[in-house]
């Protein structure tokens, strides 16, 4: 089956660690994307990247990283410079060929709590 | 960038149409309008893409008027199932507003 995996689905840390959060896609897609998500609040941009070994800052950068090591895989770092970090992490791939039409697909998510 | 604009609630009743109206006035010559329903503790899946007039598919339909300023999504014959949040989507740009939650009410 083709699609978007997250990895974990629930994840908890205590305040001041770092955690990655998984993100494997087999649809061969060039672009990769990470948003977070508030309770009753829409998606937020945090990285993306367009082709391996580059990525762009989104709307909400400071306190993640991210790499593009690899076609297949966007591992997303929080870090403990992050304030607020608790939230619904939304992983997402698309073709990316003709940007007035791109499509997203996205993942089932990873909701991460600070302790 | 061509912001959007959607209501941020809608009620309605199973079986009824229910028709979501995005605006996006400063929308590109060759900007796609892309819609997405959302389910809680879930991604966002696409559900219908168009550039002008009437696109329909087996979920949807999707009315794009001459100016393209403004879209809306029809919903026909609604379930208990189509709860969830929408969102309209102007091009490629990776902008999520707050979307329109649809509340289906038996």
């Known amino acids: 089956d083709g699609g978007i995996t997250q990895s974990p689905k629930y994840l908890f840390r205590k305040e001041g660690q770092n955690v990655t959060l998984s993100c494997e896609q087999n649809l061969n897609h060039d672009a990769m994307y990470w948003y977070r998500q508030d309770p009753g609040q829409g998606l937020r941009l945090i990285y993306y990247s367009q082709i391996v070994n580059d990525f762009q800052k989104g709307d909400i950068a400071e306190g993640y990283s991210v790499s593009r090591e690899k076609k297949e895989s966007f591992p997303l770092t929080v870090t403990s410079a992050q304030k607020n970090p608790t939230a619904f992490y939304l992983c997402?791939?698309?073709?990316?060929?003709?940007?007035?039409?791109?499509?997203?697909?996205f993942g089932p998510g990873t909701r991460l709590t600070v302790l | 960038l061509a912001k959007t604009t959607q209501p941020i609630s809608m009620d309605s009743y199973e079986g009824q149409e229910v028709n979501i109206t995005c605006s996006h006035n400063n929308i590109a010559t060759n900007d796609y309008i892309t819609w997405y329903q959302q389910f809680p503790s879930q991604g966002p899946r696409f559900i219908i893409q168009g550039y002008k007039t009437k696109v329909t598919n087996e979920v949807a339909s999707l009315f794009i008027p001459a100016d393209r300023k403004s879209s809306t999504l029809s919903l026909p014959r609604v379930s208990l199932s189509d709860t969830a949040v929408y969102y309209c989507l102007v091009g490629g740009k990776l902008i999520f507003g707050q979307g329109t939650e649809l509340s289906v009410k038996p």
């Open positions: 997402a791939s698309s073709i990316a060929e003709l940007v007035h039409t791109d499509t997203q697909y």
